[in-house]
């Protein structure tokens, strides 16, 4: 081979193998869901029963659908330059935004309605029982931002707790310190093809 052949070569296979290393369009570990994953919730206010059923499009990307208490809807979960979106599927807007690499300290931001949210990684081997069963090695992940609405003002504070391939398994709300909604993972089911 000539030394140009073997120079692009090499570059391929660096450019092939840093894909790999960083996780670009590849899936988180807690959005790796498999074919179908099918997980019932219990709230406390927004909600009392919610049911989100996450079907498997083509590689890292699903439709999510949601039923209960709350009104049907349809969004959308996609990997894309080393993040997970949930995007809504009526506003097109991102309604979470996690890393695909998660560690303890790191922090990154989104802007959902005006609100500069940030994201801050508190955990990620939390032992966490919640009625669907016991969940190890569980990131928990905080997001807080400054409202000021009718319905929300000063600092609002969503902290999520996301199992491997499992996705958000607890979710708690606060309103300027104090907990105002609490939902958990009651019920699952997952199949592979």
């Not at 349809?74 to 599927?89: A, G, I, M, P, R």
């Not at 081997?125 to 009718?150: N, Q, R, Y």
Request: charged share 25%; hydrophobic share 35%.
């Amino acid at each position: 081979m000539t030394p140009s052949i073997c120079f692009f070569a090499s570059l391929l296979c660096l450019c092939l193998h840093s894909t790999d290393v960083k996780g670009l369009d590849t899936p988180s570990i807690y959005f790796d869901l498999g074919d179908s994953l099918v997980e019932e919730f219990t709230g406390t206010y927004v909600f009392k029963y919610k049911k989100i059923e996450f079907i498997k499009e083509h590689s890292s990307n699903y439709i999510i659908k949601s039923s209960g208490d709350q009104s049907p809807s349809q969004d959308y979960l996609h990997t894309k330059n080393d993040y997970t979106y949930w995007t809504l599927s009526w506003s097109k807007e991102d309604w979470f935004v996690f890393r695909n690499l998660l560690k303890k300290g790191d922090q990154w931001r989104n802007n959902l309605r005006g609100w500069k949210q940030t994201y801050e990684v508190i955990d990620t081997d939390v032992t966490l029982d919640v009625p669907a069963g016991k969940f190890v090695k569980c990131a928990k992940i905080m997001i807080s931002w400054i409202a000021d609405e009718h319905d929300m003002k000063g600092l609002q504070e969503i902290i999520l707790f996301l199992a491997p391939h499992m996705g958000i398994v607890k979710q708690e709300n606060y309103n300027n310190g104090v907990k105002w909604h609490e939902e958990v993972l009651t019920n699952f089911k997952k199949t592979d093809k």
